[in-house]
């Protein structure tokens, strides 16, 4: 591989690995418009669920699943909304990239604190993500979510989670 080959490779690898921190961090802050834009071009769901593409139906999920929370402290730029007082740590990103395509796999876990759940691990999982570039970069065409390990959701999701126990 040449020099600019693999600068171009290492580029291609951390635009990618920023996608998967982005999504991190736009649930973190609350902001479900800004997770459905992000996915906009992608499917997203788990391994046994529906999927939904399209920006407003991922934000639509997002905001009727998630349980956002008046946001304390300062320097907060999402308050209208609140957030879910969670942190999605992505763990291990593994990116294979093959031309104006790519496939990446890694490991996820959410902590949450709130007033009444002490801060803890609530989910575990993997995320399978496949990305496509065109001439503004690179952007997610697939998301898939395999929650591995569900701890205390109760602050954290609106849903009945065992509704989609395999």
Not at 77 to 87: F, M, N, S
Not at 102 to 121: E, G, I, K, N, Y
Not at 125 to 147: C, H, K, L, N, S
Request: proline content about 5%; overall charge negative; aromatic content about 8%.
């Amino acid at each position: 591989m040449s020099q600019s080959s693999a600068k171009r490779a290492g580029a291609d690898r951390s635009e990618i690995t920023d996608l998967l921190y982005r999504y991190a961090e736009l649930i973190d802050d609350g902001d479900f418009d800004g997770v459905g834009e992000l996915l906009a071009r992608a499917s997203f769901g788990g391994p046994d669920t529906p999927r939904v593409s399209g920006a407003a139906p991922i934000a639509g999920l997002f905001a009727a699943t998630t349980r956002r929370f008046p946001v304390q402290g300062r320097g907060r730029h999402r308050a209208d909304l609140g957030t879910p007082r969670t942190r999605h740590l992505v763990l291990n990103p593994i990116v294979e990239i093959d031309g104006d395509t790519a496939s990446a796999r890694s490991t996820f876990c959410v902590v949450q604190a709130t007033d009444r759940v002490p801060l803890q691990p609530i989910v575990v999982g993997r995320y399978y993500d496949r990305f496509a570039r065109d001439p503004q970069g690179w952007y997610f065409t697939e998301r898939i979510a395999d929650v591995e390990m569900m701890g205390e959701t109760s602050d954290h999701l609106l849903i009945e989670v065992h509704r989609f126990d395999r």
